[in-house]
């Protein structure tokens, strides 16, 4: 799950886009409109998160700016302004979500896996495949009943394959969603950490679920 | 409604009072004066028609059948009654006696009726008799030939007074129906008077039930008592208005400007607690804090400064000082320390007297200063001048900074605006407007020169006045 995060104020910035990472997900931080404005048109977020007064470019003019240019990526304001008169601007304008600081840091996590779910049309914080459960909430994963322990980039992973579960997926487009624009690794990166989650999950089991497909990437799939 | 809840009735009531004492009054005095009157003009009638009558009466030896003249036999002759002799007139009667007391001529209604013959020499005398009042007036005729005749003239009082006492009755029911209808004519037009008043009462109790102050009273131009309340009344919701609005803006912006340094701190607090972090995390995280609890202290010291000083300017009284000093004071409290490359230079002109706050001037010039510090160039140069001049006394603080863009230089000192190129720098953003505030209390302006990538020059002009 990749999310830009922009933010002016350099303390929350740092802190906040630490703590996404921690959740797993790959973070492009900015401290003002315009540079988000560059990474959005650059990239195909799963997320994003705008403070509404930054310099540069605020917020608001940002997400008008992006749905004029069809990016419809869900958008969700973290702002100090609360009024009603606010709120109902950022929404109407096409935010998913407006949350009003200052805010727990719980729910701001809650309302960003809902933001990245509505992308890929999941409605609850289980993910399933198969015999393969992933709670978000929780962050807990499990195959047939069995616990199943992730780093923070392997869970990521198997969470993208999840919400795109029997799609192909591209090594690029797996690259683009999981790593931010920080990586500079290898291009065999995403086979890597294939690999990694394939002897977690489906080592020991009769069906692999992860897929490889020639040619064009990976593939979650559902059925045993 | 009890009367004394309602203006309308009140008027209504007194005027009815005392339309009913002016006309009774009146009506009184005017029966009585007409009375007085009527009297008056009965009796010199009366008197001048018996006057008139003795000239009609002679003596005379013989009849003369040639003229139309009455003769009664009188004595040895005739008492020649001229046809102009008026026995009745107007109510007048007129009646001749002989000195017994025998009717000769003429008429006498009261001597009919009661058989009086008494005469009496003193001019009018009254008798009543059947009910009504008669004056009199008995004159004694001596001629040549004529010894003791009377004659007598009377008219009934009550008779010719008549027409008044009918007047009088009639007053009596028309007047009160006239009281009535102009009392009820005058419920009826303060009704209309008074409904401009019933709008400001409905508009004061429209805000008094909820809060709506923009609420005003329209539609009422007249230029009587009630126009100017209700001018009074819009201009007096216009300031509260106007005052509340600003409450609510300072409330909101302060709310506002408290909420990034919370958010920061409980998204700090609440990542470092969450599980066991290593030393240096735990460090971070309490400079953190720190910081921006530093940056809520200064916030909420600038932010009740401020409000202090907008809601009573009267409670920092001015008195004279030395500006020089208090200005070498302060610049020097806040130059350079150790070998900083910044150019702090101070240009005073010495023994400046104002009249002012101290505490507010030192406040003012400090926070320029800052401010200078702030956006300047750090190896730039910061200049303070105090001079005297035509206009006045001119404090300004210049900097060699990136200076403001002209549409902004206005803005700056709003509270909490925030250039974009300022939005990261650690000020609480009512530094400039705490500036201008000090400034007003003082009767001076405060204005910017400045010109992008040149720097900027801020100036307050104390009038000369002081």
Avoid at chain 2, 236 to 258: G, I, N, P, V, W
Avoid at chain 2, 271 to 276: C, N, Q, R, V
Avoid at chain 2, 281 to 291: I, M
Wanted: aromatic letters at 8%; glycine letters at 8%.
């Amino acid at each position: 799950m990749r999310l830009l995060f922009a933010e002016d104020e350099e303390d929350l910035n740092r802190i906040l886009t630490r703590r996404l990472i921690e959740e797993g997900y790959s973070v492009d931080a900015c401290l003002n409109g315009q540079d988000a404005w560059d990474c959005l048109a650059g990239t195909d977020y799963d997320g994003v998160i705008l403070d509404v007064m930054m310099p540069g470019i605020d917020g608001f003019s940002l997400l008008r700016k992006m749905r004029g240019k069809g990016i419809k990526t869900p958008v969700l304001f973290l702002t100090a302004r609360d009024s009603v008169e606010d709120k109902v601007k950022g929404l109407d304008l096409g935010a998913a979500d407006y949350l009003v600081k200052p805010f727990s840091l719980p729910e701001l996590l809650a309302r960003v896996r809902v933001l990245t779910r509505s992308k890929a049309g999941a409605a609850s914080s289980i993910l399933t495949a198969a015999d393969l459960t992933m709670d978000t909430a929780a962050h807990r994963v499990s195959r047939a009943g069995k616990n199943v322990e992730l780093s923070a980039k392997e869970y990521a992973l198997l969470e993208y394959l999840l919400l795109h579960k029997n799609q192909v997926l591209s090594r690029e487009q797996i690259e683009d969603h999981i790593w931010n624009y920080d990586y500079e690794g290898g291009t065999n990166v995403v086979d890597v950490y294939i690999s990694y989650l394939r002897k977690k999950i489906d080592e020991g089991h009769a069906v692999r679920l992860i897929r490889t497909i020639r040619g064009a990437g990976y593939r979650l799939e559902d059925s045993l | 409604m009890k009367i004394g809840n309602s203006i309308r009735l009140k008027i209504s009531f007194w005027s009815a009072v005392l339309l009913v004492l002016a006309v009774g009054l009146s009506f009184l005095a005017v029966r009585f004066s007409s009375g007085l009157v009527l009297r008056s003009i009965n009796r010199e009638y009366l008197i001048d028609a018996v006057e008139k009558n003795v000239g009609m009466i002679r003596f005379a030896e013989a009849q003369d059948h040639r003229e139309a003249n009455s003769y009664i036999p009188y004595k040895n002759g005739f008492l020649e009654i001229d046809e102009d002799f008026l026995k009745e007139m107007g109510g007048v009667f007129a009646a001749l006696y002989d000195g017994e007391g025998t009717l000769l001529y003429g008429e006498d209604p009261l001597a009919r009726q009661t058989g009086t013959r008494s005469f009496r020499n003193t001019g009018i005398w009254y008798a009543e008799s059947g009910g009504e009042t008669y004056i009199l007036y008995d004159r004694s005729i001596r001629q040549d030939q004529i010894g003791d005749l009377w004659l007598r003239g009377m008219v009934s009082e009550t008779k010719s007074l008549a027409p008044l006492a009918s007047i009088t009755r009639l007053s009596l029911i028309l007047l009160p129906i006239l009281i009535l209808l102009a009392v009820l004519a005058l419920y009826l037009v303060t009704d209309r008077m008074l409904k401009p008043l019933k709008d400001v009462e409905t508009a004061a109790g429209d805000i008094a039930r909820g809060d709506k102050l923009d609420r005003r009273i329209e539609g009422i131009r007249t230029e009587d008592e009630v126009g100017q309340l209700a001018a009074t009344f819009n201009q007096m919701m216009e300031k509260l208005e106007a005052s509340f609005e600003r409450e609510k803006q300072f409330t909101s912006d302060a709310s506002h400007e408290l909420r990034t340094p919370t958010s920061v701190i409980l998204a700090q607090t609440e990542y470092t607690l969450e599980k066991e972090r290593s030393a240096e995390e735990y460090r971070e995280a309490l400079e953190v804090v720190h910081k921006q609890g530093e940056r809520m202290s200064a916030l909420i010291r600038d932010m009740l400064d401020y409000s202090r000083m907008d809601l009573s300017a009267e409670r920092y009284p001015l008195t004279p000082l030395n500006l020089s000093e208090l200005v070498r004071e302060t610049a020097d409290a806040l130059a350079p320390v150790g070998d900083s490359p910044l150019q702090y230079r101070v240009e005073l002109e010495e023994n400046v007297q104002i009249k002012g706050n101290e505490n507010l001037l030192s406040r003012l010039l400090q926070n320029l200063i800052s401010n200078a510090y702030r956006y300047g160039d750090p190896e730039g140069k910061i200049r303070i001048c105090l001079e005297r001049k035509e206009s006045g006394v001119i404090l300004s603080v210049e900097d060699d900074g990136p200076g403001i863009p002209r549409e902004e230089q206005e803005k700056i000192f709003e509270r909490f605006y925030r250039s974009d190129s300022s939005r990261n720098a650690q000020g609480t953003g009512l530094g400039l407007a705490l500036v201008k505030k000090i400034a007003q209390i003082h009767g001076a302006e405060v204005w910017l020169e400045s010109e992008e990538d040149r720097g900027s020059r801020f100036i307050i002009l104390f009038p000369v006045f002081f």
